[in-house]
């Protein structure tokens, strides 16, 4: 493609936010300014990811977008198509395939590996944003490590009802030092954040970025008698019979009936192409048998 | 039998075609031109560069065809190409008071040298349809004057000669960039004027008339308000002196502030400023009224706590494209964590009803 450079920003943007993701990765968890550029697609919609990938991707790496774990989901379709468009990069729904695997709300089932980037979306860096709304009272905060009002806010949720009510965009400590927002992932993800790969966050319409490197300790917040637990919906995946993964809840006809999928969509066809099946997927092959019996 | 939701790339291209086709309209009805916006929709246009942050009106045109008409998408269109282009140089201030004004009123002085110059204004339509116009819009001839040759003078600088209106600080530093750097607070006056001149007309607009019903009043005369042409000029290194590169439309309004005097400063008169690309006089005066009420630190006033008066606020809420975006994300997809929350309230109001069974039991 070349009326664009490759992956879309200029080198000297794209420098810019290495650099930014540098720092990143330098002080774990520490929120990074960097000055976002307006991009093709909305704010909101990925921005920070994109400009992240765009920095990090080289002619030789292999894609994968995901939103909600799915890589058929519209804004993932859109983004890779992006830089399928703008980068020319191999793309894979597989993500033992990727190199860079870009991410909303979801991280991958599959363990990740040391040579694996994960480039999550970020809506709102900041952890302490809902507790306190001025940017410079939260910076503050944060340079003075001062988080009792988070923990208070979680002390107030078992007060109130029992437990901590807090379901995604759990509050993670990095290496004892920062509070940090993971994104609105799942809290049943946040343990995955010990990982062997790099992980990369972009805020693109805040204008910050923050990064993980390998095997940093992710904390997520709890009390010793209210143990942070990493909750999923009490089922097997209906398709493939996984008790692990994280599931997705389908409502079926109009009587509500539901079932439950994993929300990994490429975890979940791997699994079952390697022949393991459930509840559902059973009862359908089953059924295709006898017909064609 | 559930299959997995599959064909969004399918959709996404299904989607874009009926988008074209409705942007097309009844094709019995003759296509808009870009031209014909450029030339007949020209406020429109103007808008869309000033919150676009670009002066291109052929491009501004563009976009708003495009973009149907959403304002708010055409200058998305504009912001999005507008970062693509490369840097070659700065242009030198540009001289206000220069300016080929096709409008100029003050509404602090009856008369001044340059006198009032209503120009091309709705101010004294009576806003009845015209319904002639439906049918055609030809208009009569009109008498031509001559053109005023010298530059005319601001206002403020004759309440400056006499000491009675707050002196601007000059000061030769560069100022910083809102689209090159991140923001980062407490932001200065530059930086401030950069987000309110690209932001929202409608924010702006109502932050402005907050100040007005008495958030942060800070009762403003417009001292002036112009329209008109100003040259813009570039230093080339290779020729050692600066030339004229082009021209531009502007809006500039100057307000004039009552001041009682703070513990810092003297009674006198204050100023805000607004200045914006094309001819966009709500937008100007809207500016300078924020404008002003944003310097109550400088000028020594109290923090009323009004929303005009915080920086942070005003700042990080006024630009509409990342509004829009961040607002319109929710309609993406939130499976996941809609998937936790449900757990969550199930699991909430699971503990709830056991801790209120045995009361009903009693009571049975």
Redesign the interface.
């Known amino acids: 493609m070349s009326d ?1 450079n490759f992956a ?1 920003l ?1 080198e000297q943007t794209k420098r810019m936010i290495r650099r930014a993701i540098l720092k990143g990765l330098a002080i774990p968890g520490y929120q990074v ?8 697609m ?4 990925g ?1 920070g990811g994109v400009q992240v990938s765009a920095a990090t991707l080289t002619p030789e790496d292999t894609l994968k977008v995901i ?4 890589d ?7 983004i890779r ?1 992006f830089f399928e468009k703008t980068a020319g990069v191999a793309t894979t729904e597989e993500t033992a395939q990727a190199s860079v695997i870009q991410t ?3 991280i991958p089932e599959e363990d990740l590996r040391e040579d694996q980037i994960l480039v999550y979306q970020v ?1 709102i860096p900041e952890p302490l944003r809902f507790l306190e709304p ?3 009272e939260t910076r503050k905060m944060h340079s003075l490590e001062e988080y009792g009002l988070m923990h208070v806010k979680l002390y107030e949720d078992i007060a109130k ?3 901590i ?1 807090t ?3 759990y509050p993670v400590k990095i290496e004892g030092r920062y509070v940090m927002d993971p994104s ?5 993800d946040n343990p995955k954040m010990e990982m062997a790969a790099i992980q990369l966050f972009g805020a693109g ?1 805040e ?1 910050r970025i923050y990064a993980l490197p390998p095997y940093c300790q992710v904390v997520s917040l709890d009390f010793e008698d209210y143990p942070f637990e990493a ?3 009490d089922h097997a995946c ?2 493939c019979g996984a008790t692990n993964s ?5 409502i ?1 006809d109009d009587a509500g009936n539901r ?1 439950f ?1 994993c ?1 990994d ?1 490429d975890y ?1 066809a791997s699994r079952r192409k390697a022949g393991h099946l459930g509840a ?1 997927a059973a009862a ?1 092959s089953a059924a295709l048998k006898e017909t064609a019996a | ?2 299959v ?6 399918r ?2 291209d299904n989607a874009h075609a009926w988008l074209a086709e409705e942007r097309r309209g009844d094709l019995n009805v003759a296509e808009l031109s870009v031209a014909q916006i450029l030339e007949q929709l020209s406020l429109a246009v103007n808008r869309v560069m000033a919150e676009g942050s670009l002066y291109d009106p052929d491009l501004a045109a563009l976009a708003i065809k495009q973009a149907r008409g959403d304002m708010i998408e055409a200058i ?1 269109l504009i ?2 190409y ?3 282009l ?1 840097r070659f140089g700065s242009s030198k201030p540009v001289e206000t008071a220069d300016m080929a004004c096709d409008r100029r009123i003050s509404a602090t002085f009856k008369d001044a040298p340059g006198g009032q110059v209503l120009g091309p204004t709705f101010d004294y339509t009576h806003r009845l349809l015209d319904f002639a116009l439906a049918a055609d819009g030809e208009v009569p001839e009109v008498n031509r004057g001559e053109a005023r040759k010298e530059p005319t003078p601001h206002i403020t600088e004759f309440l400056n000669q006499e000491g009675l209106i707050q002196r601007e600080v000059t000061s030769e530093e560069t100022p910083g960039d809102l ?8 932001a200065n006056r530059p930086l401030r004027l950069q987000a309110l001149t690209r932001g929202d007309e409608g924010f702006v607009l109502s932050m402005a008339y907050s100040t007005q019903r008495g958030y942060a009043r800070n009762h403003a005369f417009v001292g002036e308000l112009r329209i008109g042409k100003v040259a813009v000029e570039m230093d080339i290194p290779e020729l050692g002196f600066a030339i004229e590169i082009g021209e531009i439309e502007l809006t500039e309004c100057e307000t004039v502030n009552q001041f009682q005097g703070s513990k810092t400063e003297p009674p006198q008169f204050t100023r805000g400023y607004g200045l914006v690309f094309g001819q966009s006089e709500r937008k100007a005066i809207s500016m300078a009224l924020v404008d002003r009420a944003l310097r109550w630190e400088e000028l020594g006033e109290d923090n009323l706590g009004a929303p005009a008066q915080d920086e ?1 606020f005003v700042l ?1 809420h006024s630009d509409n ?2 509004a ?6 929710i309609k ?6 809609f ?6 309230i199930r ?2 109001r699971r ?1 709830a009803m056991e801790n209120t069974t045995p009361v009903q039991e009693a009571a049975e």
Not at chain 1, 72 to 78: G, H, L, P, Q, R
């Open positions: 664009y879309y200029d300014p960097f000055a976002s550029r307006e991009m093709p909305p704010y909101g919609w921005t939103d909600q774990g799915a058929d989901t519209t804004n993932a379709v859109s198509k909303r709300h979801r809506p001025s940017e410079i009802h029992g437990a009510a379901s995604y965009a609105p992932i799942p809290k049943f319409r204008q909750s999923k919906a209906d398709m994280y599931l997705d809840e389908v079926m079932m999928v929300s969509t979940c559902q359908a | 039998m559930y997995a939701v599959k064909g969004g790339e959709a996404i998305f912001r999005a507008r970062t693509t490369p689209t090159r750097e991140p923001l980062e607070l407490p942070e990080y494209i990342q829009t975006g961040f607002l319109e994300h993406l997809p939130h499976y996941v964590d998937q936790s929350e449900l757990e969550l699991k909430l503990e």
